[in-house]
């Protein structure tokens, strides 16, 4: 079986779609989805989704695109759910330099917020870093002792070299659909993240994998980026879906969710 760790499915694209995703998931080979948040209306759409669906969870956040609407509301709402049963992490956090959208001071503030936050309320992090790779590191440097409930790359497009550098941190990676697409060039990557911290995610609706580019992705696409990996690693699928499973449950389960 496998765990998409990562999608967002209360997306406009995806919504009408999630009665039916959620009854197909076993025909699909999935056990559960991962529905994540980037700000306060969106985590609170992955807690409820997370409490209709009994194989959906919530991971709840504050992307760092929405930092400059952080608040006590929004770190009020974050700490008060991380206690239910089905919120499995703080996330996605972290730096986008790609596009801006907050200011960086901002970002790095919001960032270092929700580290906090997570160690406080005894969860892992998921982590959204864009172009800013160098800034994350010194953060979880500087706050190396409150990492301690696990670490998440989300859609790890980084270098070998920075896989390298995060290993420090005990961080676990997670592959999505990018690894499929033509100019992607990741099979150094792929190749160099431990297998013990290896994960699988869609994204969905986004970065949906070769050969379905164009449409909206859904959890079921990452039977692709299994295939992706097994083909690159040159190991039976099935041993990808094994690892990539226990891993996923050692992450996000082991803290008696």
């Keep these: ?93 972290g730096l986008d330099y790609y596009y801006d959208k907050s200011e960086r001071d901002i970002q790095r503030d919001v960032f270092a917020r929700q580290i906090v936050i997570a160690d406080k309320v005894g969860l892992p992090i998921v982590l959204h870093i864009r172009d800013a790779y160098g800034d994350a590191i010194d953060i979880l440097e500087t706050h ?42 990741k099979d150094d990557v792929i190749a160099a993240i431990p297998e013990d911290r290896l994960l699988v995610e869609t994204d969905s609706p986004y970065m949906t994998p070769v050969p379905y580019r164009g449409q909206p992705n859904e959890p079921k696409f990452v039977n692709l980026v299994v295939d992706k990996i097994a083909s690159v690693k040159g190991v039976d699928r099935k041993i990808i879906e094994n690892i990539t499973y226990e891993n996923t449950k050692r992450l996000f389960f082991k803290y008696g969710k």
């Design 144 to 185: 190396k002792d409150k990492l301690n409930h696990g670490v998440l790359l989300h859609c790890y497009l980084g270098s070998v070299e920075m896989i390298k550098r995060f290993n420090k941190y005990n961080c676990y990676y997670a592959l999505g659909g990018v690894i499929t697409f033509k100019n992607a060039k």
């Design 1 to 93: 079986m496998l765990i998409d760790s990562h999608a967002h499915l209360s997306d406009e694209r995806l919504i009408e779609k999630v009665k039916e995703i959620s009854e197909n998931l076993p025909s699909e080979g999935l056990e559960s989805v991962f529905e994540v948040g980037f700000d306060l209306q969106s985590s609170k759409n992955a807690l409820a989704l997370a409490e209709k669906y009994n194989n959906m969870y919530a991971i709840i956040g504050t992307h760092p695109h929405d930092a400059k609407y952080y608040d006590s509301e929004v770190e009020e709402f974050y700490m008060q759910s991380a206690s239910n049963k089905k919120v499995l992490a703080i996330g996605e956090i």
